[in-house]
């Protein structure tokens, strides 16, 4: 997760924008397992992103098996 918020922006800069500042975050919260169903885990997301001043959320999440 760390390395995730190291190379991000980089790699954001080359294929997005150089014209910003990009900053990364990253949080590890068990959304998952707080939030099992999905459209509950996209309104805590939500959520998080009105309640700080993060422009996005995003949430990697396990795939369960059939």
């Known amino acids: 997760m760390d390395r995730l918020g190291e190379v991000?922006?980089?790699r954001l800069?080359?294929?997005v924008s150089d014209h910003v500042t990009?900053?990364?975050d990253t949080v590890?919260?068990?959304f998952e397992a707080?939030?099992?169903d999905s459209d509950a885990?996209?309104?805590k997301a939500r959520e998080h992103v009105?309640?700080?001043e993060w422009d996005l959320?995003?949430?990697d999440v396990p795939q369960s098996s059939p």
Do not use: C, S
């Open 50 to 52: 009105r309640d700080t």
């Open 22 to 24: 990009w900053t990364v």
């Open 13 to 15: 800069r080359a294929r």
């Open 28 to 30: 590890q919260e068990p």
């Open 8 to 10: 991000l922006p980089e």
């Open 57 to 59: 959320v995003v949430v």
């Open 34 to 36: 707080m939030y099992p």
């Open 41 to 43: 885990l996209v309104e």
